[in-house]
Nanobody
Framework: QVQLVESGGGLVQPGGSLRLSCVVSGSILSLDDMGWYRQAPGKHRELVASITSGGLTNYLDSVRGRFTISRVNAEKTVHLEMNNLKPEDTAVYYC???????????????WGQGTQVTVSL
């Protein structure tokens, strides 16, 4: 079993900041690519940012320069620092991790339960 637990969502005014965190726990042999996705009402889920185990990052064009993804491998955590938030950033944000399970010896993508981010006056 692998679990991902997110925290840090909430309501913020335009121009404000939030920091999302995600902790991965369970039967983990290897923790590889991690990422943050988001899904707004009526829209498809999209990749916001990703980071490899070696620290290489990738961002959605609309968030590049405003969001920063980071990870602490020893703590099995990934963070998303979000600055200068805009109303269009409003969505449920999901953490994802590619894990080689120590119980099944199979690699799979695992997801958190999601955390709501609302940007509004």
């Amino acid at each position: 079993q692998v679990q991902l637990v997110e925290s840090g969502g909430g309501l913020v005014q335009p121009g404000g900041s939030l920091r999302l965190s995600c902790v991965v726990s369970g039967s983990i042999l290897s923790l590889d690519d991690m990422g943050w996705y988001r899904q707004a009402p009526g829209k498809h889920r999209e990749l916001v940012a990703s980071i490899t185990s070696g620290g290489l990052t990738n961002y959605l064009d609309s968030v590049r320069g405003r969001f920063t993804i980071s990870r602490v491998n020893a703590e099995k955590t990934v963070h998303l620092e979000m600055n200068n938030l805009k109303p269009e950033d409003t969505a449920v944000y999901y953490c994802s991790a590619n894990v080689l399970s120590s119980s099944t010896f199979r690699r799979a993508d695992y997801w958190g339960q999601g955390t709501q981010v609302t940007v509004s006056l």
